[in-house]
């Protein structure tokens, strides 16, 4: 019987089992940031430990950090945090991607875009879409900080084994479906609690074919789904993309490809569990409620209780609604939005803002909704501004910002105020989770981000598209 990648990744890592029977688990590569990284120096100051490996721990700054005037946060507080990163990363010797190395950027976007996220590694990062990474190969896991804190000192940390859960995706994605269409279409179908203790493993004609960027939008949801990580098996690409850069050993790359490589899963490898879905049935895919497997197609309507077939699912039903406030039965298209947020560490890379620049050259913002633009990272930054995009954003009416989580999660000034709706490229709509306790979040791709936002309201890009192309 041959292997699933989860499998030789753990076998590789294991370093021996624990009393309790867990895994004691070697990781590779640990990301860190401001928000989950403090207490865990703190812990090893107060017990006299240093960090195992500094050159296999790094460092950068995402969550706190302002999009506008981004070294001179006006919150105290956010500045000390900063400052405690800083001090923490010089004390203990560890490489930091800070606002002037020009490498500064969501931390699941930095670790691929430097080629320190490899194949059949071991990623662990205080975050929960640390999945990301997974697609390059890697089992990549989200961590607390009592965890940050096991990992600095011991560069290992206990795990319970996971399952393996085989998602294929077969056939072709229709026109207009994005990766994050497949994600949220995945989630719908599984629901939030679904992947409890598997390992996802996304497989299949639709991953084959898709971009890392694209992989990468799947794999950042995992987590969504209940999984503990995501992945997608190393081919050809996973190796083209990651050739050259900063941190990949270039020195004998053949080797290196071949070792990458065989990591991947084999032909007969067991699964816990099969799931296939034809590429056919997924639709540009938005959320309605206040859970993430709360999607339904942009052409269908708003969920009504009375439709549900258990009494949870009623419930469900009526708590995400009256949160939402939004009526029952009536269709999503054309629920009217606030703000439009392009951004995030599922789709604030160099991709999303190319296709989203696609739909929103020669067309205008709606008015009344304030749109922003967030690049996921520096690099994705001059990226977009060497393409014009940045241009292309702010013809339209978007506001085009410094690299951050911005209002993903709204742990900076990006905020949505009062009962604002927000059409949003990120990965949670979580009650109030866009920094308003009362704000709402409707979940979709960039495209139809900024299709909501031309149109003031939740629309179908495909079909504005199509008008477009009529009229001219
Ligand atoms: C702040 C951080 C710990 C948190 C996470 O773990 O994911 C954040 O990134 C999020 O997306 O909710
Ligand atoms: S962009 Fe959002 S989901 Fe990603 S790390 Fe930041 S807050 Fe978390």
Redesign the pocket.
């Known amino acids: 019987m041959g292997k699933s990648l989860y499998e030789k990744v753990w076998e590789a890592h294991q370093v021996g089992t624990l009393a309790d029977g867990r895994t004691q688990l070697f990781i590779g590569t640990h990301l860190i940031?401001e928000v989950t990284s403090p207490q865990a120096f703190g812990m090893l100051r107060d017990l006299g430990l240093t960090v195992k490996y500094p050159q296999r721990t790094f460092a950068t700054i995402?969550?706190i950090v302002p999009t506008i005037n981004q070294d001179a946060p006006a919150d105290p507080l956010a500045a000390e945090m900063m400052q405690a990163l800083r001090q923490n990363a010089d004390d203990f010797g560890v490489t930091y991607f800070d606002l002037a190395s020009g490498k500064q950027g969501?931390?699941?976007v930095v670790g691929p875009e430097q080629g320190i996220t490899q194949p059949g590694t071991t990623i662990a990062c205080g975050?929960?879409?640390t999945a990301?990474h997974g697609a390059f190969g890697a089992i990549a896991f989200g961590i607390g900080t009592t965890q940050v804190r096991d990992v600095l000192a011991t560069q290992t940390m206990a795990m319970e084994p996971l399952k393996v859960r085989r998602i294929e995706v077969n056939g072709e994605l229709r026109p207009g479906v994005y990766a994050k269409d497949v994600t949220l279409h995945i989630i719908r179908k599984l629901g939030a609690k679904g992947g409890i203790g598997f390992a996802y493993e996304y497989a299949g004609e639709v991953f084959d074919r898709m971009t890392m960027e694209e992989r990468m939008t799947v794999c950042?949801m995992a987590i969504e789904g209940g999984a503990r990580c995501g992945y997608v098996n190393p081919d050809e690409k996973t190796c083209e993309y990651l050739k050259g850069r900063p941190y990949v050993d270039m020195s004998n790359w053949e080797a290196t490809v071949a070792r990458w490589l065989s990591f991947a899963s084999d032909a007969d490898a067991h699964y816990d569990d099969v799931v296939v879905i034809d590429a056919a049935e997924i639709e540009p895919t938005v959320t309605w409620g206040i859970s993430p497997d709360h999607g339904i197609a942009v052409s269908e309507s708003i969920p009504d209780p009375s439709s549900a077939t258990t009494a949870d699912e009623k419930a469900t039903i009526e708590e995400a609604l009256a949160y939402m406030k939004l009526p029952a039965g009536t269709p999503i298209k054309g629920v009217k939005i606030d703000v439009a947020f392009i951004?995030?560490?599922?789709n604030?890379r160099l991709s999303d803002f190319r296709e989203a620049a696609k739909f929103l050259k020669g067309r205008k913002v709606a008015e009344g909704v304030q749109a922003i633009a967030v690049p996921?990272s520096q690099i994705v930054a001059i990226q977009c501004e060497q393409e014009g995009i940045d241009k292309v954003f702010e013809e339209a009416g978007f506001e085009w910002r410094g690299a951050?989580?911005?209002m993903?999660?709204a742990?900076n000034p990006d905020k949505l105020v009062g009962d604002q709706i927000c059409a949003s490229s990120?990965?949670?709509n979580f009650k109030g989770r866009q920094g308003s306790p009362t704000g709402r979040t409707i979940l979709m791709s960039p495209v139809m981000v900024a299709a909501a936002a031309v149109n003031g309201a939740v629309a179908d890009a495909r079909e504005v598209f199509e008008i477009a192309t009529a009229a001219a």
């Open positions: 940031h995402d969550h969501i931390v699941h975050d929960s879409h990301t950042n951004g995030s560490c599922t604030g996921g951050g989580c911005s993903c999660l742990m990120s990965n949670r």
